[in-house]
């Protein structure tokens, strides 16, 4: 009885067992080698850990009002260590023979400790703290090649966006603890069942859903997330997968201050449906591989803040959960993709019909409401429906040529929507314990977006040449990043701004001169 007193007050083991990972480098001559051996001792107790704590279920936090747990917070610290262990023996291999291991490993270990604080924090100083921690252990590995000026770039303008998420979210905590007199999460839970918001609580919720924006890589903010496509992928992986998702969780975190928050849900809205439609209008046009991902994490990151916008805390954390998952896997085996992708590129896939493009919605649409009435009525409002069979839709697209038969790709795409909207509804039960709070008029416009999206989508593969100009927009971004870099570039600090021109001029002439020669 003692033990499992004991192990289920364990939480703070991974933030401690990763601390002294980040150690190792510093109070340690071990060899490279041996660097590594250590942190993935570490990390497998970290994991270890966490796995305890979260088959205990405890909700007794190791320093209540400061430190504490939350179910959701259990789940994401063993899926944030699992994905760091991978990572870690990932990049052990990936950086063999590469100089300043030393350092990637003490940052890589950082990035996790600051990653653990944060789940567990259950007050304002801590939470902030957690997360300025977790940039700047990030910006270490984002700049693991400082001869490129543009990981530099984007790590600056990262740094920018980080240090006014910083100032909001001081702005969120001075005016939630003038409201109730303490900075602890639970007295703020409290003085919001009793007394119910006050205009210090909705200036808090706002500067906290301003800070999440920013932190997050939402626009019009997001150009460092495709820029940072110059760092080494593991830490790729570990960004897309572990880290930008940070923004969902301190959302659902605060569900109970965003629920009553009309003015913070209304930005959130408006910035994560215009993130959707804008980013997922580019990722159809870009080529190159890790640029795509980056993009796509763009848009999922707009979708589940769209969810936390619309009251759909629940379908936010599963989507957290996957989305860390898929990104993880996909930078991980970027190689194999970029293979696949070549090889694709030597086959023309021919363009679906109209007519499977109009009728695909249709078709699952009726396909998610019969299974969502059948197997558990009322999971979700009907909206939802809507938005999940605009995202199933495409699968049953129907094309003409050799090699497809449309009524063996009909019902793959059938069998495949089924089995998502199962998985979705499955999900949906885990004690989480997590309370939905569903806006119709917020669902609506997510509605509308996803339906914007899904015409952009049909007419781009039906009529792919007569929207040759918007292609050139969207393949730009929409010139979104533009303004951003200029004020990143006018405030960047005068001896590095020119050095990188003359690296990026060194690094392009000899190319110039061969192709002179040539």
């Known amino acids: 009885m003692t033990t499992l007193h004991f192990l289920s007050h364990t939480a703070w083991l991974c933030p401690a067992l990763m601390l002294l990972a980040a150690m190792l480098p510093v109070c340690s001559g071990a060899s490279q080698a041996g660097l590594w051996r250590g942190f993935q001792a570490m990390s497998a107790l970290a994991l270890l850990a966490a796995l305890v704590n979260l088959a205990l279920g405890s909700q007794a936090g190791p320093w209540p009002g400061v430190l504490g747990v939350s179910t959701l917070g259990l789940v994401l610290a063993v899926l944030v260590q699992a994905l760091g262990t991978v990572?870690?023996?990932?990049?052990?291999?990936?950086?063999?023979?590469?100089?300043?291991?030393?350092?990637?490993?003490?940052?890589?270990?950082?990035?996790?400790?600051?990653?653990?604080?944060l789940l567990l924090a259950d007050h304002w100083l801590v939470l902030i703290a957690a997360w300025a921690l977790v940039g700047l252990a990030l910006e270490k590995l984002l700049c693991f090649y400082p001869e490129r000026p543009f990981a530099r770039l984007a790590a600056y303008k990262k740094r920018i966006a980080d240090r006014?998420?910083?100032?909001?979210?001081?702005?969120?905590?001075?005016?939630?603890?003038?409201?109730?007199?303490?900075?602890?999460?639970?007295?703020?839970?409290?003085?919001?069942?009793q007394h119910g918001m006050s205009p210090a609580l909705q200036g808090s919720a706002l500067c906290l859903t301003l800070a999440v924006i920013l932190r997050t890589a939402l626009l019009p903010v997001h150009g460092w997330l495709i820029q940072v496509m110059e760092a080494p992928t593991p830490v790729s992986a570990l960004l897309h997968a572990g880290v930008v998702n940070l923004g969902g969780f301190v959302l659902v975190r605060f569900a109970p201050l965003l629920e009553q928050a009309f003015v913070a849900r209304s930005v959130l809205l408006v910035v994560s449906a215009a993130t959707v439609l804008l980013a997922g209008l580019v990722m159809l046009t870009r080529i190159s591989i890790k640029v795509k991902l980056a993009?796509?994490?763009?848009?999922?990151?707009?979708?589940?803040?769209?969810?936390?916008?619309?009251?759909?805390?629940?379908?936010?954390?599963?989507?957290?959960?996957?989305?860390?998952?898929?990104?993880?896997?996909?930078?991980?085996?970027?190689?194999?993709?970029?293979?696949?992708?070549?090889?694709?590129?030597?086959?023309?896939?021919?363009?679906?019909?109209?007519?499977?493009?109009?009728?695909?919605?249709?078709?699952?649409?009726?396909?998610?409401?019969?299974?969502?009435?059948?197997?558990?009525?009322?999971?979700?409002?009907?909206?939802?429906?809507?938005?999940?069979?605009?995202?199933?839709?495409?699968?049953?697209?129907?094309?003409?040529?050799?090699?497809?038969?449309?009524?063996?790709?009909?019902?793959?795409?059938?069998?495949?929507?089924?089995?998502?909207?199962?998985?979705?509804?499955?999900?949906?039960?885990?004690?989480?314990?997590?309370?939905?709070?569903?806006?119709?008029?917020?669902?609506?416009?997510?509605?509308?977006?996803?339906?914007?999206?899904?015409?952009?989508?049909?007419?781009?593969?039906?009529?792919?040449?007569?929207?040759?100009?918007?292609?050139?927009?969207?393949?730009?971004?929409?010139?979104?990043?533009?303004?951003?870099?200029?004020?990143?570039?006018?405030?960047?600090?005068?001896?590095?701004?020119?050095?990188?021109?003359?690296e990026a001029t060194t690094q392009a002439a000899p190319t110039l001169l061969s192709d002179a020669q040539r």
């Open 87 to 117: 990572i870690g023996s990932f990049s052990a291999r990936y950086l063999q023979g590469e100089a300043g291991q030393r350092q990637y490993v003490a940052a890589l270990a950082g990035v996790l400790t600051a990653v653990h604080l």
């Open 164 to 193: 006014l998420a910083d100032l909001l979210l001081l702005a969120a905590a001075w005016l939630a603890w003038s409201a109730v007199g303490s900075a602890s999460f639970p007295a703020l839970w409290a003085h919001l069942a």
């Open 295 to 502: 993009w796509s994490t763009v848009a999922q990151m707009g979708f589940m803040l769209l969810e936390c916008a619309a009251g759909l805390y629940l379908f936010a954390a599963l989507h957290l959960i996957g989305h860390s998952l898929y990104k993880a896997h996909a930078f991980l085996s970027a190689s194999s993709v970029v293979r696949e992708a070549r090889l694709q590129a030597l086959y023309v896939a021919p363009s679906p019909s109209v007519a499977s493009v109009v009728a695909a919605p249709l078709l699952s649409g009726g396909l998610v409401l019969a299974l969502h009435q059948a197997a558990a009525p009322g999971a979700w409002p009907w909206w939802w429906s809507g938005v999940l069979a605009l995202a199933w839709a495409p699968l049953l697209w129907l094309r003409a040529g050799p090699g497809h038969w449309p009524l063996r790709t009909l019902t793959l795409g059938l069998a495949a929507s089924a089995g998502l909207t199962l998985a979705a509804l499955a999900a949906h039960h885990l004690p989480l314990q997590i309370i939905d709070a569903p806006r119709s008029g917020f669902g609506a416009l997510a509605l509308a977006t996803m339906l914007v999206l899904y015409v952009c989508m049909g007419l781009l593969q039906l009529h792919p040449q007569a929207m040759a100009a918007w292609r050139r927009r969207s393949y730009a971004g929409f010139y979104l990043d533009e303004a951003y870099t200029r004020l990143a570039l006018s405030l960047w600090p005068a001896d590095w701004a020119p050095r990188a021109r003359r």
